[in-house]
């Protein structure tokens, strides 16, 4: 099945700052990848996807970039704040039979913005 | 409503009791999926359903664990002979079919079985 491995798992930079955060994932047939954001006591939140059929992918201050061939993808936060502050997932998916999605998750990692 | 509900958002539960786990999906999502979240740790994928297919049970942990799902609504995961490393965030999510579509999760429920 599929694997997916996410660094680093904690990151602390200050406000203004940005923030990279990289998974890899080990199936060559997933062909989704989207990003959770996760704040204390609530549930994963969508913040941006991409999928296969392109390489980068920008709303504002969030950016996805996937590379296919190394099977690596990365989020990236610009002009971070103290909002942006809280675990984040990637995550990677192929879509299975009668049309779902079976996301692969990674380990999560704390994003920490130091005023 | 307008998210994904789960109750209860708390349980606490003595080992060996039955528990259940309620939740409703978004109006009109014919996928509805439940994750579990151990403290600290990434989401692990426990069961699929969609619409009247048979459902992807391959992520139960042991026959302990159970869910069902009527028809497009309401699921309920059951937890039997709960252990203590049962204790997690038991979170559901719904979707519409199809890679192109948000999966949405909901707020997840708290169990501790102690």
């Known amino acids: 099945g599929e694997n997916v491995e996410q660094h680093p798992s904690t990151l602390s930079v200050q406000e203004g700052d940005s923030a990279v955060i990289k998974c890899t994932y080990s199936d060559s047939a997933s062909n989704y990848f989207p990003w959770y954001k996760q704040e204390l006591g609530k549930g994963p939140q969508l913040i941006i996807d991409?999928?296969?059929?392109?390489g980068e992918k920008k709303d504002q201050r969030i950016a996805v970039t996937l590379n296919k061939t190394a099977k690596h993808f990365s989020l990236h936060i610009t002009e971070t704040q103290p909002e942006d502050s809280a675990v984040y997932f990637c995550a990677a998916s192929k879509e299975l039979t009668g049309g779902g999605n079976k996301l692969t998750f990674g380990t999560g990692t704390q994003l920490k913005v130091e005023l | 409503g307008a998210g994904v509900s789960q109750s209860p958002s708390n349980k606490v539960t003595e080992k060996g009791k039955d528990v259940e786990l309620r939740c409703d999906p978004i109006?009109?999502?014919?996928?509805l999926y439940w994750y579990r979240q151990r403290l600290g740790q990434g989401l692990e994928f426990l069961i699929y359903?969609?619409?009247?297919?048979?459902?992807?049970k391959s992520g139960l942990p042991s026959d302990r664990f159970s869910a069902e799902r009527t028809g497009e609504s309401v699921s309920t995961l059951t937890i039997q002979r709960t252990q203590q490393e049962d204790s997690a965030v038991y979170l559901c999510?719904?979707?519409?079919?199809?890679?192109?579509?948000?999966?949405?999760f909901g707020e997840g429920s708290w169990l501790t079985v102690v």
């Open positions: 109006s009109g999502h014919t996928a």
């Open positions: 999510a719904s979707s519409q079919t199809g890679l192109r579509h948000t999966i949405y």
């Open positions: 359903f969609q619409g009247n297919s048979a459902p992807d």
């Open positions: 991409i999928r296969s059929n392109v």
